[in-house]
Each structure stands twice: as C-alpha cells, then as structure tokens.
T-cell receptor, first 115, second 113 residues
C-alpha cells in the first residue's frame, strides 16, 4: 500500500524555466510534508517543508503547494538550474508520537535541467 | 557542524552472515532513524532511537535490529543476511523539538552475494 506516490518517474526542463514536481498521498492523517533532493551516492538533502495548516510555503527558488482536499502537493522550482538535476522525493509524516523519526517517501522523480 | 556520519560506506557480505552498520548523528541531536533504500521498495523506515530507547519501528523482520549508545551514536545489525537485504542503508538525525529528520548521512551500500 503506497501511501505517497510520485507518478512521474522523470521530468526534463530547460534551464531558466519552471520545474513542477508532483506528489499525491492517500492517508488524510498526514500532517507534515517535506521535499528532499538526492544525488547519486549521497543521502537525501532537505529542501522545503509544509504543515497541513498551510497551503503554500516559499524558500528562495522553491515553493511547495499543498491541496488537502485533493491530497496533492507540488514543488515548484523557478528558475530551474542545471545544478538542480537530481532525484526529488516527497515525504509525509503523521502527527504526534506515532511519527517519531518516520517519514513515508514517494518513489522519487528524476529531474534533468538542460543548459 | 559535522553532518551525519555513517561507516563504512561500502560493504560486501555473503548470505547467512551478519553485518553491523554505524551512525554518528549531528552533535546535539539525540534522535537517530534508519532507512533502507532499494530500487523496488524505495526508501523505507526501519526504526528510530532516542535516549537509547527504540520509540518507533517499521515493518521489517526481527533480523533487523538496532541500538543507541549514551553518546547518541547508533548501530544497526542485520543477521542471517539474504540477497534481498542488498540496499543503501541511510541514517538520519533529528534536531531537538522536531519529530522527523531533516538531515541524512550518505549511507552504507550493502551488497549481499
């Protein structure tokens, strides 16, 4: 039972344009969502997060949007840069004591930004 | 500040053997989580330790175990290795006041032959 899904295995974007990565979830109890970037042979690097009480969070070139009714979140990267090429994972956590250390990850989307 | 440190980076073991992986969290972080990453199952939560106590556990067989020491360093052990245990094992540490980790180590790549 995959509770967090990234339905696009890959995305190709031109440098300077917007990259939009999507993520869907099925468990309505998730209350905190995160995006990580991962390069080969390295661990995931935290990018940005959003609480379920918000619908948008911005940090520099990265913006995360949350649509709770649709159980959908997206990561926007503007403008995209070649150094953004990596695997992007969305993750979700449950509230309170059930969540200690536990993130439920999507399968990842490979982003390639062409110069 | 040093990041999350995992040792060794690479391991090759034979089926039936056991293996121990080590993780040192970021200084001041007392919560350590372990994850397994495989091509088929993706990133999956193994367990979490805080103050030497396991607080949370994922859906893995009892062959997977862990412990945490008083200095917050953690080890995980896999006994009776199977081919399917070949994976990247990631450790993460969580800063005080948070429930989930933002900081991951670079992992230990385990290959079981």
């Amino acid at each position: 039972d995959q509770q967090v899904k990234q339905n696009s295995p890959s995305l190709s974007v031109q440098e300077g344009r917007i990259s939009i990565l999507n993520c869907d979830y099925t468990n309505s109890m998730f209350d905190y969502f995160l995006w990580y970037k991962k390069y080969p042979a390295e661990g995931p690097t935290f990018l940005i997060s959003i609480s379920s009480i918000k619908d948008k969070n911005e940090d520099g070139r990265f913006t995360v949007f949350l649509n709770k009714s649709a159980k959908h979140l997206s990561l926007h990267i503007v403008p995209s840069q070649p150094g953004d090429s990596a695997v992007y994972f969305c993750a979700a956590s449950l509230p309170g004591g059930t969540s200690y250390g536990k993130l439920t990850f999507g399968q990842g989307t490979i982003l390639t930004v062409h110069p | 500040k040093a990041g999350v440190t995992q040792t060794p980076r690479y391991l090759i073991k034979t089926r039936g053997q056991q293996v121990t992986l080590s993780c040192s969290p970021i200084s001041g972080h007392r919560s350590v989580s372990w994850y397994q990453q495989t091509p088929g199952q993706g990133l999956q939560f193994l367990f979490e330790y805080f103050s030497e106590t396991q607080r949370n556990k994922g859906n893995f067989p009892g062959r997977f175990s862990g412990r945490q020491f008083s200095n917050s360093r953690s080890e995980m052990n896999v006994s009776t290795l199977e081919l399917g245990d070949s994976a990247l094992y990631l450790c993460a540490s969580t800063e005080p006041g948070r429930a989930v980790p933002l900081h991951f180590g670079n992992g230990t790549r385990l290959t079981v032959t």
